[in-house]
């Protein structure tokens, strides 16, 4: 019994530090690219990849009907990453009826999840290429990174918390859902993020500068 409590309070603790960073994870992002207005380092592939993978993930689990408290996150970065892609492609000069009509496809496939319009197969054909598509989304940032010599751009601060959240994640997922697609996706997200995390602080301007 007592176990059974302990246990309860630490999915609680790893639930609410899962969410907690979240509510403004990509804002040192987008703070660095509004401060600099530059783009340098940040592969728009790689935000546009990520953000599919964020919509899809969320979906996913609202029509699953999981806790909220085991993906409450997503709801978060989906609206800061709506914000960052928007940035990105403004700073590198997309014209703003390429911006609106990617936000509109946005809504219309948010609308549609949320009226169950998208049958389940297909949210779970969609999950499928989650993990290959975020982990590509991650490996062209990292190459970016390493190809510019540069993360100026790239916010530390946000790479660390996402590679905590997504660790935090395997162990909520695997003990509230049992759902394997999503553990994986998780498992393979904080490898990733770690190494991106590394490559930051290798490719640091002020490193470069002691260097």
Known sequence: MVDSQVGGVVLQVLNFTCVLPCIALKVPQIWRILQTKSTKGVSITSVLLEWACFAVILVYQF?????????????????????????????????????????????????????????????????????PCSASSKVLQIQKIISSQDSGSVSLMTWLASTYVAAGRVITTYIQTGDIPLIINYTVAALLNAGLVVCIIVYSPSKKKMQ
Do not use: C
């Not at 700073?91 to 169950?116: E, H, R, T, V």
């Open 63 to 131: 029509a699953n009907g999981y806790p909220i408290e085991s993906y409450a996150e997503w709801i978060l970065l989906n609206i800061q990453e709506l914000i960052l892609v928007m940035l990105v492609m403004f700073y590198q000069n997309f014209s703003i009826f390429k911006i609106f009509i990617l936000g509109m496809i946005y809504m219309a496939y948010s609308i549609s999840s949320a009226l169950d319009v998208i049958p389940m197969w297909i949210l779970a054909g969609m999950m499928s290429f989650i993990t």
